[in-house]
């Protein structure tokens, strides 16, 4: 290769960094430090205190920022209300976060805007990415600096759902495309569904798995038989569809790398989930999360951070909302 043609290889190298860099460059772990030096330990102490009152609050706060992230990116649009009904939390798919994650969420920005110096100069985005890492900690996950300076979305549309989150029944070609579509990759995908190591879903999300697939037995055969009939006491045609049932069979309020193992007896509760084992693409990285929990919390903190770089808003992009659930 001539110096010419290498100089032009480094100058588009160089070029992409940069083009990298200033997608999510204004973020920074020490962001506040100027405005709001203890806007950690200030959100860290109102999740404690959420946390003890429900374990709900975990999985649910996680949760809620995905949603989040993947729609308009990460801008707490999710939290906007509108009168009409017509905002993200109103479309179905979000009709089941559960409430707790925005409680936890609203408070956490209560306390924040409580201390005089720090009032009104965090972004409630940035609140919900730091919430987020404190309740995997406190369920037993990593722990891991998060990046801030995020500023709050003015939008909120519920048309906008419907093609942005991953559904149940999705095979790994799709989940690869929609994660891929955010600059994920396929390790990224596994990593950040192991976060249903904790959680729960709704029987209507895998009813189909056990009573109407398309085979002799109508029971989805990558299901482990003694699963699926647990499945079917908990989940009996007549129940209510919104009833929870845990994602996690084994340890449903520990982050661990349970979830891996469990895909790997047939016991992942939906269809994007076993999926991941199953698919000789993905099972891998299942079989070395599920045998390597140091190796999954990596890759995990390495998609968070990620995941959190997703559609950042800045300058007249966004704002610091007052109140998480309006525009200023």
């Not at 962001?31 to 102490?45: F, G, H, M």
């Not at 809620?64 to 798919?93: M, Q, T, W, Y």
């Not at 989150?165 to 070609?173: E, Q, S, T």
């Not at 076993?274 to 919390?297: E, G, M």
């Amino acid at each position: 290769m001539s110096f010419q043609s290498s100089f032009v290889l480094f100058l588009g190298s160089l070029l992409f960094l940069l083009l990298i860099a200033t997608s999510f460059g204004q973020l920074q772990v020490d962001y506040y430090r100027n405005t709001c030096p203890d806007v950690e330990s200030i959100v860290r102490t109102a999740v404690e205190r959420k946390f003890q009152q429900t374990l709900v609050t975990a999985p649910a706060t996680l949760r809620l920022f995905f949603h989040d992230c993947f729609v308009r990116g990460c801008d707490a649009s999710v939290i906007l209300a509108k009168r009409n009904g017509a905002a993200e939390k109103d479309n179905p798919i979000d009709l089941s976060l559960a409430g707790d994650g925005f409680d936890t969420l609203i408070k956490a920005k209560a306390a924040v805007d409580s201390v005089p110096g720090c009032k009104y100069k965090v972004s409630c985005a940035d609140i919900l990415a730091l919430a987020t890492r404190d309740v995997i900690t406190l369920t037993g996950g990593p722990s891991y600096a998060v990046e801030l300076g995020r500023l709050d979305g003015r939008i909120s549309s519920k048309a906008s759902v419907r093609h942005s989150i991953p559904h149940a029944n999705f095979k790994l070609a799709k989940l690869k495309a929609m994660f891929a579509s955010h600059g994920l990759t396929l390790a990224d995908l596994v990593a950040l569904s192991g976060a249903h190591t904790i959680g729960f879903s709704h029987c209507s999300q895998f009813s189909r798995r056990i009573y109407r697939f398309r085979s002799r037995s109508r029971i989805d055969p990558t299901l482990d038989l003694g699963y699926a009939k647990q499945l079917t006491k908990m989940c009996p045609t007549n129940v209510d569809p919104r009833v929870a049932v845990s994602l996690d069979p084994t340890t449903p309020w520990i982050f661990d790398n349970q979830y891996f193992k469990n895909l790997r007896q047939g016991k992942g509760l939906l269809t994007s989930d076993q999926v991941l084992f199953t698919d000789r693409r993905s099972r891998k990285l299942v079989n070395l999360f599920a045998s390597n929990s140091t190796a999954f919390d990596q890759a995990f903190v390495t998609a968070m951070t990620k995941l959190g770089r997703i559609g950042v808003k800045r300058g007249n992009q966004g704002e610091i909302r007052r109140d998480c659930t309006m525009v200023n």
